[in-house]
C-alpha cells in the first residue's frame, strides 16, 4: 500500500484518501465507476454519468501543522503515561475527513473519505491530485488508460511503502500527461 497524493494505491485498487476498514467511509476509484464504502454511502457512480470530480476539505501541509501533530503527540504520550500509566493509552484522535464532490447526469453527490496524511498533504500533490480526478472524467478512454496505469504501478509498488515526495510527484505528473 503506498499513498500518492490524495490517493492510496492498494494492489491494484485506487482509493480517494485512505483506504477504509469496515464500515469506515471511503472512496474506491474502479474501471466501472467511482464506489461509494462504508456505513451511509454505499454506491456505484458509473464513469458514463461523471462529469465532474473535486475534493473539498483537503488538509494542505503547513508549518503549523506539523507543529501541531507534534505538540499534539508529545502532549498525547504525556497524558497517556499520566492517566493510564506505562501501556497502551486512550485511543487518539480520529483522522481528518475529505469530501468528493460528484457531478454526474444523475444529480450532484457529496461522499467523504478518511485524510491518508497525518499532517496534510503538499500543496504540489494537491493540485496534481486534483489535475488527475478532473482527466478522469475526460472520457472512457482517459480514465481507463489512467486507472490502469495507477492501478498497474500499485500492483508492482506492492509493499514498497510509501515514495517519497518527488517520486509521488513525478508519478502524478506522469499519470495527468
Given amino acids: 500500500m503506498a499513498m500518492v497524493g490524495l490517493f492510496w494505491i ?3 485498487d485506487v482509493y480517494v484518501g485512505a483506504k477504509p476498514s469496515g464500515q469506515a467511509p471511503g472512496i474506491r476509484l474502479a474501471p466501472e465507476g467511482v464506489v461509494a464504502l462504508g456505513d451511509g454511502q454505499a454506491g456505484l457512480y458509473p464513469w458514463e454519468d461523471v462529469h465532474g470530480l473535486t475534493v473539498v476539505d483537503v488538509p494542505v501541509k503547513t508549518l503549523k501543522r506539523q507543529v501541531g501533530a507534534v ?12 492517566l493510564t500509566g506505562p501501556g497502551p493509552g486512550l485511543p487518539g484522535q480520529a483522522p481528518s475527513l475529505l469530501t468528493v464532490r460528484i457531478a454526474s447526469t444523475g444529480g450532484n453527490r457529496e461522499l467523504s473519505a478518511y485524510v491518508a496524511a497525518a499532517i496534510g498533504y503538499s500543496r504540489t500533490e494537491t493540485d496534481l491530485s486534483l489535475a488527475l480526478l478532473s482527466r478522469l472524467t475526460e472520457g472512457a478512454a482517459t480514465m481507463a488508460t489512467t ?5 498497474e ?8 511503502g510509501s ?15
Avoid: S
Fill in 10 to 12: 492498494a494492489g491494484g
Fill in 71 to 82: 505538540t499534539d503527540m508529545a502532549l498525547g504520550t504525556v497524558m497517556d503515561l499520566a
Fill in 147 to 151: 486507472l490502469a496505469a495507477m492501478a
Fill in 153 to 160: 504501478w500499485g500492483r508492482t509498488w506492492e509493499g514498497g
Fill in 163 to 177: 515514495p517519497r515526495r518527488a517520486e509521488r510527484e513525478a508519478l502524478l505528473r506522469g499519470w495527468v500527461g
